[in-house]
């Protein structure tokens, strides 16, 4: 069965830096797109970053871009989510998932159990 497992998470005072993975097992995950979002208390769910089967196309949600880079290695089949200069409102429990589909499609079809980034000020 389809596994993604997170880790990395914490807690950090702003200004300071993460580094999340995400291990993936029972997809072909050198053909999926991968992604990253993330869910603080009381809001929706929102997109982060994606990228796509190869590593060669990514996509950011704007208040990280430049911030944040997401990263993948189709040998461990593990993609990675660096977040630097964490503001407290990037405090949420962060989520991988994975997707079937093509880079235009915004569904994924896989998801992890989550992990905590707490930033304080």
């Known amino acids: 069965q389809v596994q993604l497992v997170e880790s990395g998470g914490g807690l950090v005072q702003a200004g300071g830096s993460l580094r999340l993975s995400c291990a993936a097992s029972g997809l072909p995950f050198s053909s999926s797109k991968m992604g990253w979002f993330r869910q603080a208390p009381g809001k929706e769910r929102e997109f982060v970053a994606a990228i796509n089967w190869s590593g060669g196309t990514t996509n950011y949600k704007g208040s990280v871009k430049g911030r944040f880079t997401i990263s993948r290695d189709n040998a461990k089949n593990t993609v990675n989510l660096q977040l630097n200069s964490l503001k407290p409102e990037d405090t949420a429990v962060y989520y991988c998932?994975?997707?079937?589909?093509?880079?235009?499609?915004?569904?994924?079809?896989?998801w992890g159990q989550g992990t905590q980034v707490t930033v304080s000020s």
């Open positions: 998932a994975a997707a079937s589909g093509g880079w235009y499609d915004s569904s994924y079809d896989y």
